[in-house]
Structures are given as structure tokens and as C-alpha cells.
């Protein structure tokens, strides 16, 4: 069974610090997604990663797959109150269609 | 930008009643999915649909539930009997050529089963 475990839970943090948060998996991925959710809305797509090793770029947000393709990370650089929400991963099946993903990491930037 | 839209948006049912919600996906895309995600747990994936079949199913999606396409712009999630643990939030999504199957998301219903 492919899982991905995403850490830490929750994050609470001050406007302008930096954070990481993490999607781990003991499964190869042939790609990863990333995507954000606000309460009681869909989640919205952020970035796909799909090669070992990459590195994508979103404004203060860094990417990145792991060289094994079994992990990835998202790094925020000076949070902003408006980076709050919940922060998914979601990578492909096996069967290639459908999406599975980590339970998430919630996180909260106070100003 | 073209999204995915869905109707309703908030539905409360008594048990054992039929519900039908709609989506309609971005317009240009080929493949379809319903997620669902019960409160304060992951998104769980129930079924994807390409060329007017169903492609892929979960265990959560038993006999209860069915899916349509029953025209050119809308897909419906049917569950037949609802039960209490039916409610949660129901995600259509849809996606395109991607080679990475990056899928897009509907803003989601809120299903509840009294």
C-alpha cells in the first residue's frame, strides 16, 4: 500500500520566520503534487514535481523531490498570514490515475 | 481561468435517500475523479472516469455509488442509500495531457446524512 506521511501535523508560527514541511513515502513516486486548501474549499494545485533531485520555485515557496522519488519537501521563506492553510501532497498510484494523499500540514502565520 | 464547478454545495439528506451531485470539469479535459474527504481526515480518493467508463475504483466505492456522464459538460456522483457515514465532503476534479496527471479540484459538497 503507497502512503505518504507528512510532518510535522501542525505549525505555528510568527509572520517572517521560515518553515519546512515534509512528505515522506517508503514507495517510489513517478511524480508529486502539491497543493493547498482553505476550510471548506478544494484543494488548489501548486506545483508538480517529477524528477529526482528537482527544485521548483513559487514566489517563497521552494520544492523539492527528493533524488530517490520517494519524499519531498516545501520550504517557506519569510511566512505571511496569508500562507496559512493546509498544505497537502499527493502523489500517483500505481494504477496511474488515481491521486493519494498525505493527511497534511496545517499551518497557522500570526502577525 | 477555466475551474471546476459543483453543485450543490451544501446537501442534507435523511438516510436511505438517493443523492446526485454535479460537476462540471474544465472543459477541455479527458479525465474525471471524485475525492472525498470526511472531516478532519485525508482526501480520499473514490473513482476516475475516462471514455465514458470508469478507469480506476477504491474499496470506498462499493455498489452504493455510481457515476455518470450523461452529457457533454456534466459528471454526477450518485449514491444510491445514503448513510450517516456517507457525510463528508465530495471533490469532483479533472485533469488533461498532463503526462503527470496533475489534477484540478472542485471547490467541493458538503454532503450531510441525518
Known amino acids: 500500500t503507497q502512503l505518504l506521511e507528512q510532518s510535522p501535523q501542525f505549525l505555528s508560527i510568527q509572520e517572517g520566520e521560515n518553515l519546512t514541511v515534509y512528505c515522506n513515502s517508503s514507495?517510489?513516486?513517478?511524480?508529486l503534487q502539491w497543493y493547498r486548501q482553505e476550510p471548506g474549499e478544494g484543494p488548489v494545485l501548486l506545483v508538480t514535481?517529477?524528477?529526482?533531485?528537482e527544485v521548483k520555485k513559487l514566489k517563497r515557496l521552494t520544492f523539492q523531490f527528493g533524488d530517490a522519488r520517494k519524499d519531498s519537501s516545501l520550504h517557506i521563506t519569510a511566512a505571511q498570514p496569508g500562507d496559512t492553510g493546509l498544505y497537502l501532497c499527493?502523489?500517483?498510484?500505481?494504477?496511474?490515475?488515481?491521486?493519494?494523499f498525505g493527511k497534511g500540514t496545517t499551518l497557522s502565520v500570526s502577525s | 481561468e477555466p475551474e471546476v464547478t459543483q453543485t450543490p454545495s451544501h446537501q442534507v439528506t435523511q438516510m436511505g435517500q438517493e443523492v446526485i451531485l454535479r460537476c462540471v470539469p474544465i472543459?477541455?479535459?479527458?479525465?474525471f475523479y471524485w475525492y472525498r474527504q470526511i472531516l478532519g481526515q485525508k482526501v480520499e480518493f473514490l473513482v476516475s472516469?475516462?471514455?465514458?467508463?470508469?478507469?480506476?475504483k477504491s474499496e470506498i466505492f462499493d455498489d452504493q455509488f455510481s457515476v455518470e456522464r450523461p452529457d457533454g459538460s456534466n459528471f454526477t456522483l450518485k449514491i444510491r442509500s445514503t448513510k450517516l457515514e456517507d457525510s463528508a465532503m465530495y471533490f469532483c476534479?479533472?485533469?488533461?495531457?498532463?503526462?503527470?496527471?496533475?489534477?484540478?479540484f472542485g471547490p467541493g459538497t458538503r454532503l450531510t446524512v441525518l
Open positions: 476534479a479533472s485533469s488533461g495531457e498532463s503526462r503527470y496527471n496533475e489534477q484540478f
Open positions: 514507495s517510489v513516486f513517478s511524480s
Open positions: 514535481v517529477v524528477t529526482g533531485g
Open positions: 499527493a502523489g500517483e498510484d500505481q494504477a496511474g490515475t488515481a491521486l493519494i
Open positions: 472543459s477541455n479535459h479527458l479525465y
Open positions: 472516469f475516462y471514455n465514458n467508463e470508469i478507469s480506476e
